[in-house]
């Protein structure tokens, strides 16, 4: 990997693409985002940054055996892992960020800030829209032709079927408009945070529970276990009492601000003044991870 010296090139990102993921969309916008840069898809070996997902088994596959100087190494800014991982990588990347303290204590990482960058796409993508009625069901990508998933989203019509392989601007406009959202999708929910928008956790499939708990511990979010698809209709009933306020929105902000904070310095534009809009102030790359 060669240094990274041309602060108004590409930035080059890794993200997964094989199955278009939701998740690795808004890893491309939030990252020009802050950066103030264009972001290109990079190979693990040859990137500079690993940002939204569970993929840091793939930068630990790529990074094991390197002898990187410390300059030159990779950040991670928000990843996470989806179960353990020997941690003998770490010597050749640099850790920004992670996503949540269960990928900090798996990795064996002392850190007293987390967020997944999936958290700033409301800032990103700017005119957030007005808050409806609506109430949006937003399936992991693997359940969007799931016979119960197609039968709940016709059994009621306040409920939109929300499809994460969408354009991503078009997904979040539609999440943010509703008044609340079930996801199974995890960034479905993640994006429900960011706009403020009330979701609730829904059966993700044969997806792992892992990054759910490791995302909902990083913003204080109580996030025990899924509910069933087919008790949706019962539960959003049960919305009227609800006055659209966050319990964990202190903790969005926190994660929001610590995504601002660490973003590395190294890898931002020079024509980008990267500011948290939440504090109006300029920030800087600070590592909030250490060596347990």
Request: glycine content about 10%; overall charge negative.
């Amino acid at each position: 990997m060669t240094s990274v010296s041309l602060h108004n090139g590409p930035l080059r990102l890794f993200w997964w693409k094989g199955t278009p993921n939701f998740g690795d969309a808004l890893s491309r916008i939030v990252t020009a985002y802050v950066s103030g840069r264009a972001v290109q898809h990079s190979r693990p070996a040859e990137a500079d940054l690993f940002a939204v997902g569970s993929i840091l088994q793939i930068v630990r596959r790529n990074f094991s055996d390197k002898s990187t100087p410390k300059d030159n190494a990779p950040w991670i800014w928000g990843s996470g892992v989806l179960h353990y991982i020997p941690n003998g990588f770490l010597e050749n990347v640099q850790v920004a960020l992670l996503r949540g303290p269960v990928t900090a204590a798996l990795l064996g990482l002392q850190a007293n800030r987390f967020g997944d960058p999936g958290l700033l796409i409301a800032d990103a993508l700017g005119d957030k829209p007005t808050r409806g009625d609506r109430i949006g069901l937003v399936p992991h990508h693997s359940q969007i032709d799931d016979p119960m998933v197609r039968a709940v989203a016709a059994s009621d019509p306040a409920f939109d079927l929300i499809d994460p392989r969408r354009a991503p601007e078009v997904v979040c406009q539609q999440i943010g408009a509703c008044r609340h959202v079930f996801a199974s999708s995890l960034h479905g929910l993640i994006t429900a945070d960011s706009y403020g928008v009330p979701s609730t956790w829904v059966w993700p499939g044969d997806q792992g529970y892992l990054k759910y708990h490791d995302y909902a511990a990083s913003v204080g979010r109580a996030m025990i276990a899924p509910e069933a698809w087919e008790d949706i209709p019962g539960l959003a009933r049960g919305l009227h009492h609800d006055d659209g306020s966050l319990p964990h929105a202190d903790g969005i902000a926190a994660a929001q601000a610590a995504l601002y904070d660490t973003f590395p310095a190294a890898l931002r534009s020079h024509q980008a003044l990267a500011v948290d809009p939440t504090k109006k102030t300029n920030t800087g790359a600070a590592t909030a991870v250490h060596s347990g």
